[in-house]
C-alpha cells in the first residue's frame, strides 16, 4: 500500500489528530485537543488508537500514585500516640499504666491501643510488666518529639494544602501514614503521551486534504441523491477491529471453583457456616486466651445488635472450655490460668476465620475419620494494603484418621499448592494459640516472602472437649494472597477493583 493510499482511509478525526502532531512531535491528548481543535478527548483518543494500530503514532501511559487526606481535620488534630506521651509526662510524670491511661478519658481502648502501638514503633516509650500491669514509660525521644513535628505531621500538613504525587512524598513516611486507618486515600492517576512514529511523521508530512467526508451510506444520501456530492472514506476490511466479549465469571469464582473441584477429588466433604458467630465458638474453645489481642477491638469486628449470643444450648462445654482455659482440664495442660468470663465469651462478632466451621463440625460429629473443607468471606478489622483487606476469602480445612502426623500435613499443602499453580512453597515454623505445632506457608513473590496462610495439628486443648482424642491436622489458607502469585498480582486490592479490561483479559481456564 502507498502513503497515498493510505492517507485516503483516514478518517477526518485520525488526519486532524496526524496533523497536530505534525506540529508539535508529541504531546498529551489534551494539547492534541486543542491544536486540532476538535471537541471532545474521545475524539482524540479513539483517532489516536486507531492510528497506533496502524503504525502511525505511538502512545506511552505513565501511572502514578497520588495521595489525599481522608478527612480534612486529619492534619489538624494531634496523632494518638502523642496524646498518650504528652498525657503520660504531665499528669504521670513520664510513667503509667495502661489502666491509668485508660482512666484518663483521653482515647478511646482501641485508639489507645493504636498508640501504644506507634509509641513502641518510634521508640518513644518502653513498656514492661509490673505485677499484671502493663506499665509505659517516656524514654528521651518521645520527651523530645512533644515540641517538635515528626516527617509523618510534616507530610499531613502538606496533605493539608492538596493531595501529593509519590515522587513528592518520602515512601518510607507514607508507608506509615497508609497503615493508619481513616487517614489517607490513594488513587492511581494515568497520564498518556502520544508522538509520531518515523512512518507516522512521513504522512503527517504529505498533503491530508482535511475536510468532512462520510462515512456511513444512509438512506437519505441515497433517496436524496445527495451522496454524489460527498466524499466517502475509504475502509481498509484487513484494519484492526477491537475483540468482542461475552459474558463471564469473575476470576475469584473460577479459582474457588478450582479449589473446590481440587479438595472433593482428594476426597474431602464441603461444609459451610454463617458469617455472625460468637466469641465462645469463634475464640473460646479454640483455646484463644480472653486477653489475646486478636480479640482486641482493632482485630475483630464486634456487633452491638445482638450484643451477645445466648449459649444456653452449649452449657455443659462451657463449663468443660471455662476449666481448659482456667487450669487444662483433663488435657495435661496448665491452662491460661487466669478467672474465665462468660459475658466475654457471649459477645458477638463477624466470624475472624472460617476455621469456626471446621470446630463446630468436630463438636457435631466427633467421629473418625473426618476429611472437611470450606471456602469463605471472614472479617478482620485491618488497615488495608497491598497484601491486607479487611473482608477476604478464606480456605479452611482438617483432616482426622488413623496415622495423621504432621508430615502428612506438610505434603498436603504441598500437593495442594501445586495443583494451584504454585510449584515451590516454603514451611517455617510458626505459632498459633490453638495448634502445635504450627507453621506458616510462604511464597517468595514480588521481592519478598509473603504468607500465604498458616497449620498445624489442633493442640489436645481444642480436640479433646469436643470428644476427639486423635491428631487434627488444620489449615486456614487466604484464597486472594493465593490469586496474587497465580495471576501475577502486586497488589491484592487488583483483584477488587473494576478494571473491566483486565477482566476481559483473564483467561478463563
Known amino acids: 500500500m502507498t502513503d497515498n493510499d493510505l492517507v485516503s482511509q483516514l478518517s477526518y478525526f485520525e488526519k486532524k489528530v496526524l496533523a497536530a502532531l505534525g506540529d508539535i512531535g508529541s504531546g498529551s491528548p489534551q494539547q492534541i485537543l486543542e491544536i486540532a481543535g476538535l471537541e471532545m478527548l474521545v475524539e482524540v483518543m479513539n483517532a489516536s488508537s486507531w492510528l497506533q494500530a496502524k503504525g502511525l503514532v505511538k502512545i506511552d501511559e505513565t501511572t502514578t500514585k497520588r495521595y489525599s487526606l481522608k478527612n480534612e481535620d486529619a492534619a489538624g488534630r494531634p496523632l494518638p500516640e502523642k496524646v498518650v506521651v504528652k498525657t503520660i509526662i504531665s499528669d504521670f510524670d513520664g510513667k503509667a499504666s495502661l489502666a491509668d491511661l485508660k482512666r484518663t478519658g483521653e482515647l478511646k481502648t482501641d485508639e489507645l491501643q493504636i498508640a501504644i502501638g506507634w509509641i513502641r514503633k518510634k521508640g518513644w516509650g518502653e513498656l514492661s510488666k509490673e505485677g499484671r500491669d502493663t506499665v509505659v514509660r517516656v524514654t528521651k525521644k518521645g520527651r523530645e518529639a512533644i515540641d517538635a513535628k515528626g516527617e509523618d505531621e510534616l507530610l499531613l500538613l502538606r496533605l493539608a494544602e492538596g493531595d501529593l504525587s509519590e515522587t513528592e512524598v518520602n515512601k518510607d513516611t507514607i508507608g506509615q501514614l497508609m497503615q493508619r486507618k481513616d487517614f489517607l486515600s490513594e488513587r492511581l492517576v494515568t497520564s498518556r503521551t502520544i508522538s509520531l512514529t518515523d512512518k507516522g511523521s512521513d504522512i503527517s508530512g504529505l498533503d491530508l486534504r482535511i475536510k468532512e467526508e462520510v462515512g456511513q451510506i444512509s438512506p437519505e444520501l441515497i433517496q436524496s441523491g445527495k451522496w454524489r456530492g460527498v466524499d466517502i472514506r475509504r475502509y481498509d476490511v484487513k484494519a484492526f477491529a477491537p475483540t468482542v466479549y461475552g459474558g463471564r465469571k469473575h476470576p475469584i469464582t473460577l479459582l474457588i471453583d478450582k479449589i473446590r473441584t481440587t479438595f472433593l477429588t482428594m476426597g474431602f466433604t464441603e461444609i459451610t457456616g454463617d458469617f455472625f458467630e460468637n466469641a465462645f465458638w469463634n475464640m473460646d474453645v479454640l483455646f484463644t486466651a480472653q486477653d489475646h489481642p486478636a480479640r482486641e477491638l482493632h482485630d475483630t469486628f464486634y456487633l452491638s445488635n445482638p450484643e451477645a449470643a445466648d449459649l444456653s444450648n452449649d452449657a455443659d462445654l462451657i463449663d468443660v472450655v471455662r476449666q481448659v482455659h482456667e487450669n487444662g482440664w483433663k488435657t495435661g495442660s496448665l491452662g491460661w ?157 487488583d483483584i477488587y477493583v473494576s478494571d473491566i479490561d483486565w477482566l476481559k483479559k483473564m483467561p478463563q481456564v
Open 337 to 493: 490460668q487466669y478467672k474465665w468470663s462468660l459475658d466475654e465469651a457471649r459477645k458477638t462478632l463477624l466470624r475472624t476465620h472460617t476455621t469456626v466451621n471446621t470446630i463446630r463440625r468436630i463438636a457435631a460429629d466427633p467421629k473418625l475419620p473426618f476429611k472437611v473443607f470450606s471456602i469463605g468471606r471472614v472479617f478482620r478489622n485491618e488497615a488495608m494494603d497491598s497484601t491486607h483487606l479487611p473482608e477476604f476469602v478464606q480456605i479452611e480445612g482438617i483432616v482426622c484418621e488413623e496415622g495423621a502426623n504432621f508430615d502428612m500435613l506438610c505434603t498436603l499443602l504441598k500437593e495442594f499448592y501445586k495443583k494451584m499453580g504454585v510449584p515451590k512453597i516454603r514451611i517455617r515454623p510458626s505459632y498459633y494459640p490453638y495448634t502445635e505445632p504450627s507453621l506458616d506457608v510462604e511464597i517468595f513473590f514480588n521481592g519478598q516472602w509473603m504468607e500465604l496462610g498458616g497449620a498445624g495439628i489442633f493442640r489436645p486443648e481444642v480436640t479433646e472437649p469436643l470428644g476427639v482424642h486423635k491428631p487434627v491436622l488444620a489449615w486456614g489458607f487466604g484464597l486472594e494472597r493465593l490469586a496474587m502469585p497465580v495471576w501475577g498480582l502486586k497488589d491484592i486490592r
